[in-house]
DNA sequence: GATAGGAGCTGTAGTCGCTACAGGTTCAAG
DNA sequence: CTTGAACCTGTAGCGACTACAGCTCCTATC
């Protein structure tokens, strides 16, 4: 294999996706087919590589793959505007806040319940109850 | 229909859980097979409602139908001691902690980048450039 | 040049928790 | 008795992977 290209379990180690996952993204197309050798194997440059690893942080960040395509869109395109992409971003914060709430209600309900109960061996449990209220 | 007997519609309106979903609960065994009619209609009871209802609020505090599986099996056995109950219930406010970290990691990531983007017309992104480092 | 074995290939099926049909049957009101 | 709303089963789809099985290829060593 050349210098700067690579097989696709080097792009794996280098960007921490798994194989089977690369292969799904560019199954699904977010990621490009790739040149092949006379044999049929994947190879890999350094574009590729970036582009991976835009996609491995955006997926960290929480972005779903459909969000991902439209942010690749725009980069692809060239002729994005700041704008758009932040406007995406500022919906996802918003979403992420969304999630943390949902998340500390029912964090709060939790730790109300548990607190009445005194984890002894009794049959009747505070817990169940409020559940089946 | 006889008093205190659902068909599975007047079930879902009064649990909010949906039609498809209840058939599925009994698909995959957390809800029983109940009785039927002659022609083959579900016929639920009170015990049922309950069931279900306490399923429903299991959900909405984020209990996976595994952990709810275990909650039900618990409270069928009847032999169910409150501290097992507690343990899983502390065990899933330990999640939902992990949970509400990660989003606010995330939150705090896409803020910074957020704000240093002023939202013009320019082709050079801030955003980007951090999703692509 | 032969051989071994690690790495890669395709295609399919499974995960979780539903949801959405299609195409049929039953029930209850008028 | 007729209408039509509600119910039935079975299957397939979602999102974002993951895990095979059963191959083929590539490369390092002898």
């Known amino acids: ?24 993204y560019e199954r699904i197309g977010i990621m490009p087919k790739p040149p092949r050798t006379a044999g049929g194997q994947r190879i890999y440059e350094t574009a590729h590589l970036k582009r991976l690893a835009f996609i ?19 980069v692809d395109g060239g002729d994005y505007s700041c704008g758009e992409v932040q406007e995406m971003t ?5 979403d992420i806040r ?8 029912m964090e709060r309900v939790l730790k109300d319940m548990a607190a009445k109960c005194d984890g002894g061996d009794v049959p009747e449990c ?3 109850d409020a559940l089946s209220a």
Chains 1, 2 share one sequence.
Request: glycine letters at 6%; hydrophobic letters at 45%; charged letters at 25%.
């Open 98 to 105: 969304r999630k943390i709430a949902d998340l500390r209600r």
């Open 56 to 74: 491995r942080r955006s997926r960290e960040l929480g972005f779903s793959l459909d969000e991902i395509r439209a942010l690749l869109r725009l």
């Open 126 to 128: 505070p817990i169940v």
């Open 1 to 24: 294999m050349m210098a700067n290209s690579y097989a696709i379990g080097t792009l794996s180690k280098h960007t921490g996706v798994n194989i089977e996952t690369i292969r799904y």
């Open 90 to 94: 500022l919906a996802h914060i918003a």
